[in-house]
């Protein structure tokens, strides 16, 4: 492991020096430039790299097949056409009401507020999601605020990505104060990778702010590997739960990096000591260049058998699909279902 001092540098400070460069990525890791094809870059200018030094500070030297490093490493496999695999696999751009607006489920309604995340997860349902023409502008509340009154089954709000927690405290405050102003809004769902990748995000300021809301805040973070969950991240997790935030874990099935159950059954314990509980394990979305992380229906269903053969049910997570169009995730178990 690389021992950086990352947990002593603020989150902005961190977000603001990603490593963004392929070779200086496998150079600090102390891999060979050869590992990186010339595809890999062509890769690379697609969805561009980015990682945060603290995330890269939980992978191993020498191991060009980190399961942490191969989230996030371009890849010349991306480059690939496969059938099937789109650049909308959730259909997100149809379901768009206006920008930064998605209302795909009837109680919950989804707001995308900024198109930056933090890190580039090279499996994104969302790696070519037109984020630049999909944000709401500073003057866009009105309309917002005007549909969500309209949609009176609106019970709840998904700050979700790119990352709502790259956003400022005061930015978040903001809008958290908008949507606490509409009595329908009880619950407010924020979706967000950073507190893995740059566990300081979560300070006292975030906490406050959470805390001291009227809405029932949960939080979900997105973790794929017990690597990623050391002890400094662990306990900068717990300090949410000890604040009493819900905080749930959802996963992507991916190959090489978390396909199987002696993995799966690790991330679930170790979050568990973090009082995180596992929420979903999602089967990979069908996002062009993204094949090469993907397994068969019936890998999945042997998987998962297995995992729940080895963890006591409150640690399962659900394993689903989202399939465009439909009304609720979909729960996959037998490879009937699939
Ligand atoms: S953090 Fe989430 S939205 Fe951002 S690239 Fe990763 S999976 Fe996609």
Not at 277 to 296: C, E, I, N, Q
Request: glycine share 4%; hydrophobic share 40%; proline share 6%.
């Amino acid at each position: 492991m690389i021992n950086y001092l990352y947990q002593e540098q603020n989150w902005q400070t961190q977000l603001s020096n990603l490593v963004t460069d392929p070779a200086e990525l496998l150079e600090l890791l102390q891999l060979s430039p050869e590992q990186l094809l010339s595809g890999a870059l062509l890769a690379s200018k697609q969805f561009k790299l980015r990682v945060p030094r603290a995330f890269v500070g939980k992978m191993q030297l020498g191991n060009a097949f980190d399961p942490l490093l191969l989230q996030v490493l371009p890849h010349h496999l991306e480059l690939e056409e496969h059938e099937g695999f789109v650049t909308d696999p959730l259909g997100e751009e149809q379901a768009n009401q206006q920008p930064g607006v998605l209302h795909k489920y009837k109680s919950r309604f989804l707001l995308t507020l900024t198109g930056a995340c933090a890190v580039h997860c090279r499996y994104c349902f969302r790696r070519h999601f037109p984020y630049q023409e999909n944000l709401p502008k500073q003057d866009d509340w009105p309309n917002i605020r005007d549909y969500l009154v309209s949609q009176p089954d609106i019970n709840e709000v998904i700050l979700s990505g790119g990352d709502p927690l790259t956003l400022s405290d005061r930015k978040l405050q903001l809008w958290i104060e908008r949507l606490e102003s509409l009595p329908q809004i009880k619950f407010l769902r924020i979706h967000s990778r950073v507190p893995i990748v740059i566990p300081n995000r979560i300070n006292d300021a975030f906490i406050s702010i959470l805390k001291n809301s009227r809405l029932r805040i949960i939080l979900v973070v997105h973790s794929n590997h017990a690597s990623e969950l050391d002890d400094f991240t662990c306990s900068q997790l717990s300090k949410l739960v000890k604040e009493q935030i819900t905080v749930l874990n959802q996963a992507v099935l991916l190959k090489g990096v978390n396909d199987s159950a002696d993995v799966l059954v690790d991330l679930s314990y170790r979050l568990f000591d973090a009082g995180v509980m596992p929420y979903y394990l999602h089967v990979l979305d069908k996002v062009k260049g993204a094949h090469h992380f993907d397994r068969s229906p019936q890998d999945i269903d042997d998987i998962y058998k297995a995992v729940l053969a080895n963890l006591p049910g409150y640690l399962v997570p659900k394993l689903v699909r989202e399939i465009a169009g439909e009304k609720n995730k979909t729960p996959l178990f037998g490879v009937s279902t699939f």
